[in-house]
């Protein structure tokens, strides 16, 4: 009997814990391959075991599983010295990337495109990694593969690489200077460090396309990791808050090469909102100006919690301290850049935006824990605007501001203890994700109650 493949997709802003449902999905057994379609570096996701976190940013989220093929497709921005890193810190934790394939249409991410990430990036809030520069030189025909510095027989092609390299220098150099202020690049650098890297990395270059096609025919079942959420789609999130690729199904055609319809398309939806970085939130909990400022904590520092003074503001129902909250609890800091994400209740419009968008037809709700103790839930199931209520996410995002979110009020419950399975859950829990599915309209199918593979309940 034929496996069914699964999708992966964000249905937020990113964040909702698309690394644990694929690991779990992975564990539970029954996928054969795990493929990232779209983004780089700029995604964090994140694994927790018995031994601690494992923190994946390029690397598909069924390395730690030695039977799975992992594969990083064409859509994917790679950043070959940072994939070596990332190759490297795992081995240090045991786990072999023998199995890890990499495309040889990837566009990299070259020295270049990180430094205007990182002088233009900031009025958007990016995370630095280069993505959306890169992305902008593949459609302006500039961009440098990974088939160009390594060929199909796994060689590294130096004499092409290195005019390569020296041609985008020259022209980059220009712009660099002139309008950036920025040092010069090395080309013969450049060509010395990516060539070490080409060295650890060779061995896994090839076709992914025609190898995706043949896994398919071998009877494989995948599971497609997508990256982001739908609401930084480059054409359907809060232009121009957005990242540069298309997230969901989408993406997963493009950067695969293959005209696949996985059976399974599991959006995953945190249990509130979370964004990290500029842009627009509808139902974000306080003003942002006031958001912007706080709780910036240094990678390996103890995460601010709230004291009670603070707690009975946020229960007295003060938005702010709620946010707070919410970020303190959830433990709400970038796995990439270690930033404070911005907190709010869960928003339906958007969710139900990427259902549409992937044809989502199962949910896995994450961290439901997070809302312990909390008495009053509120949930966005509409915005109003000009006195209409619409349950479509707006174009004209520079109006967003003037979109009200329209909440529903749902009971909140003291814990959920140790609940093995669903129906072990307080019964407001459970009402909570029962509303959720009605509006959502599409199944919860996992509940997820805590960070570990262990912490999820099946329905
Ligand atoms: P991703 O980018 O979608 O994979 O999500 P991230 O890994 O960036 O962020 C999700 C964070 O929430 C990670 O630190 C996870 O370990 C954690 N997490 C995932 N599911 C749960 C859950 O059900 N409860 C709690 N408390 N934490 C969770
Ligand atoms: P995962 O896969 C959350 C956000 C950045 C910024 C915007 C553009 O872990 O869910 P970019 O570097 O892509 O040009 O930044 O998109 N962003 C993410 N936010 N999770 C992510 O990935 C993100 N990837 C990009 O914060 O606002
Ligand atoms: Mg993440």
Request: hydrophobic share 40%; glycine share 12%; charged share 25%.
């Amino acid at each position: 009997m034929k496996r069914p493949s699964v999708l992966i997709a964000g249905a937020q802003f990113g964040d909702e814990g698309k690394g644990k449902i694929v690991d779990l999905l992975v564990q539970k057994g029954d996928l054969d391959v795990v493929v990232r379609f779209n983004g780089g570096a700029n995604a964090g996701h994140t694994i927790v075991l018995d031994d601690g976190k494992y923190p994946l940013h390029l690397i598909p989220s069924g390395i730690l599983h030695k039977e799975t093929i992992n594969i990083i497709a064409a859509g994917v921005v790679l950043d070959p010295l940072f994939l070596v890193k990332e190759i490297e810190n795992l081995k240090t934790r045991n786990i072999s990337c023998d199995n890890l394939f990499i495309s040889d249409r990837a566009h990299m991410v070259m020295p270049w495109h990180r430094a205007l990430d990182a002088a233009q990036g900031g009025r958007l809030g990016t995370t630095a990694k280069g993505i959306g520069p890169t992305y902008e030189d593949r459609a302006g025909r500039r961009g440098i593969r990974v088939g160009d510095m390594i060929d199909e027989n796994g060689q590294i092609d130096l004499e092409h690489f290195s005019q390569r390299v020296r041609e985008v220098c020259a022209e980059k150099n220009n712009l660099f200077q002139k309008v950036h202020n920025l040092e010069p690049l090395d080309p013969e650098a450049i060509i010395k460090e990516f060539v070490a890297a080409a060295e650890v990395i060779k061995g896994k270059v090839r076709d992914t396309g025609a190898m995706i096609a043949d896994l398919i025919g071998q009877g494989k079942s995948f599971l497609y990791e997508g990256a982001q959420g739908s609401l930084l789609d480059v054409d359907w999130g809060t232009y121009p808050y957005v990242t540069s690729s298309s997230v969901g199904l989408a993406g997963c055609y493009v950067g695969t090469g293959n005209c696949v319809l996985p059976e399974v398309r599991m959006g995953v939806v945190k249990a509130y909102g979370t964004r990290v970085g500029e842009g627009h939130f509808p139902a974000e909990l306080g003003a942002y100006e006031r958001i912007k400022e706080q709780d910036k904590v240094a990678p390996g520092g103890s995460l601010p919690h709230l004291t009670p003074e603070e707690q009975q503001q946020a229960l007295a129902g003060d938005d702010y301290w709620m946010g707070r909250w919410l970020r303190a609890v959830g433990a709400e800091y970038g796995t990439t850049t270690g930033r404070p994400r911005r907190c709010g209740w869960l928003d339906i419009v958007a969710v139900r935006q990427a259902v549409r968008m992937s044809g989502l037809n199962q949910i896995a709700l994450t961290k439901l824990d997070v809302l312990d103790g909390i008495p009053k839930l509120k949930v966005c199931v509409a915005y109003e605007y000009q006195g209409k209520r619409t349950t479509d996410f707006p174009a004209r995002i520079h109006h967003l501001h003037d979109y009200k979110p329209v909440f529903e009020e749902l009971e909140g419950w003291d814990t959920l203890g140790k609940a093995t399975s669903f129906d072990e859950l307080p019964e407001q829990a459970k009402t909570y994700v029962k509303k959720l599915e009605e509006w959502i309209g599409v199944p919860i199918k996992i509940v997820s109650v805590g960070s570990h593979r262990a912490s999820s309940l099946w329905r």
